[in-house]
């Protein structure tokens, strides 16, 4: 049975709005998210040409890779007050912020270099999460990057006092498993006592045979 309706709902209610309410574009959170972002790009020679974020939010990402790079910049965000403060931030043009979810992107096959989400897989119901990274696959061209947090086997745990909404796993290992194309660039952990940011572990990857970064 999926959940992926309760969870999208979850996000566009009440709870969406109260989190895109309270969410930091503080100078200290969008210096955090700048760092986070020039780490997670050092290992490529040029940055992604464009780059979709699935469920931005209010745009801390979008933000700093506006400020760190000149990519042509999407994002795909459920929330509706999230997404008003999103298109109206200055990071990237009010039409590329567009009302969907993972599971299903309007974009075409391989049209965008990095499609990413931060934050996000760990929202989706176990039984969702595999078409929501074939729907990501399909749309990257060369890479796929996530910064979520990590457990060695699926957990699910506690969320704001809710339950239903919200998973750990090895998000790195579930990419590699199932998207065999996939080679791993880097990886990290962004400690949250030195970053600032939320004990996120990342993965970039690149789809094999796209490996020129020149
Ligand atoms: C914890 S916030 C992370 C926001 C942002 N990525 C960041 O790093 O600041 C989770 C976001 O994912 C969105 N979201 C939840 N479920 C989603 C889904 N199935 N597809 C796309 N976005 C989703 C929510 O609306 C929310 O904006």
Redesign the pocket.
Not at 76 to 79: D, F
């Given at each position: 049975m999926t959940r992926?309706n309760d969870?999208?709902a979850?996000?566009?209610g009440e709870f969406?709005d109260d989190?895109?309410d309270r969410?930091d574009a503080s100078a200290d959170a969008l210096a955090s998210?700048t760092a986070m972002w020039r780490r997670m790009l050092d290992p490529l020679v040029e940055p992604p040409r464009s780059i979709l974020?699935?469920?931005?939010?209010?745009?801390?990402?979008m933000r700093a890779l506006a400020a760190i790079t000149r990519a042509d910049l999407h994002a795909?965000?459920?929330?509706a007050k999230?997404r008003e403060i999103l298109s109206s931030c200055g990071a990237l043009p009010a039409e590329h912020v567009v009302d969907?979810?993972?599971?299903a992107l309007p974009f075409d096959d391989a049209s965008i270099d990095m499609v990413f989400?931060?934050?996000?897989l760990?929202?989706?119901a176990p039984d969702?999460l595999l078409p929501?990274c074939r729907e990501m696959h399909r749309v990257s061209g060369r890479y796929i990057a996530c910064?979520e947090y990590f457990n060695p086997v699926p957990v699910e745990i506690e969320y704001r006092g809710h339950t239903g909404f919200l998973w750990k796993r090895d998000f790195g290992g579930f990419w590699m498993d199932n998207f065999p194309d996939l080679e791993l660039v880097d990886y990290g952990f962004f400690w949250k006592r030195a970053t600032g940011l939320d004990d996120l572990t990342w993965w970039l990857f690149r789809k094999a045979g796209t490996d020129s970064d020149a």
């Open positions: 992926e969870q999208v979850f996000w566009r969406g989190y895109a969410n998210r974020e699935v469920g931005a939010n209010i745009g801390l990402n795909v965000e459920p929330g999230a969907g979810t993972a599971a989400t931060s934050g996000v760990i929202h989706i969702d929501a910064a």
